[in-house]
């Protein structure tokens, strides 16, 4: 019975899996056809990949679009991190779970609710629309997203281990370098990469927070798609899809090894 449940299990996962990137692979397979839309595939070419690499504007914004998103996440992440630890140790449980709840609001609001509000703020506070005010918008509702990989480390950790280096004369600077980061180090480096996919991947908020001088992938992409399907397009969403696939294969390989060295050594 259990051998059944598991190959059922396992079946509805490659289903699930199939659904999820067929519309990617789709969209790959018709990057390499010398067609010009997605109707029918003729020849196998380059093409589209040269066009996409002349394409200098377009260049330009993926460049700034990954150095929003390594900006904003970094930020985002010391921010949540701190704000994790705050949380963890607020002594008030009425206190600690109206931080959680201010914490969620950004998690559970729709997005153009958020991207509305970041524009009516702005608007109001006399802000230029443009490369700061989506950074600052992408800070934002990325903080709650590390503070969520955070807490859970902060919670598992056993306590006893700070009042022990206090008891021996440790100061806070070396209760947090030497006992604390260690232990939430796999959540701060969870929270990062999701700021960072969150961020790159955003459409909905920049949309209404950029401006005329400034434009992220996911705009650009919209704006071109109203125009007519661009096998270009295409192009580019293979390379993000290789990008992202190559940041998950680094995450594993960094937890891969942090797992390897706290493993106890045999003999």
Do not use: C
């Not at 449980?93 to 509305?116: E, Y």
């Not at 022990?164 to 004369?169: P, V």
């Not at 992938?217 to 990008?243: C, K, P, T």
């Amino acid at each position: 019975m259990k051998k059944k449940h598991f190959v059922w299990s396992r079946l509805y996962m490659a289903i699930v899996l199939f659904m999820m990137y067929l519309p990617i692979f789709y969209l790959i397979f018709y990057s390499f056809s010398s067609g010009k839309n997605m109707s029918r595939f003729r020849h196998f070419t380059w093409a589209h990949y040269v066009t996409l690499f002349h394409d200098d504007r377009l260049l330009a914004i993926f460049i700034e679009t990954i150095m929003l998103a390594l900006l904003s996440s970094l930020v985002a992440t010391l921010i949540g991190t701190f704000g994790a630890i705050a949380i963890d140790q607020a002594k008030s449980k009425k206190f600690k779970g109206i931080l959680l709840a201010l914490n969620n609001i950004l998690m559970v609001s729709p997005d153009v609710i958020i991207g509305a509000s970041f524009l009516i703020f702005f608007t109001a506070l006399g802000i230029s629309l443009g490369f700061g005010s989506v950074l600052l918008s992408h800070i934002a509702f990325s903080i709650p997203v590390v503070v969520l990989m955070v807490l859970p480390r902060l919670k598992e950790m056993d306590r006893s281990l700070i009042d022990a280096a206090q008891d021996l004369g440790a100061n806070q600077f070396d209760v947090f370098s030497k006992i604390l980061l260690p232990v939430i180090t796999p959540g701060i480096l969870s929270g990062f990469f999701m700021a960072f996919t969150y961020s790159l991947d955003d459409f909905a908020v920049t949309f209404f927070v950029t401006g005329n001088g400034f434009s992220t992938l996911s705009v650009e992409i919209y704006s071109r798609a109203r125009q007519g399907i661009d096998l270009e397009i295409n192009a580019l969403s293979a390379l993000m899809f290789v990008f992202v696939l190559a940041l998950v294969f680094v995450y594993y390989l960094i937890e891969k090894r942090r797992r390897f060295k706290k493993a106890p050594k045999r003999g």
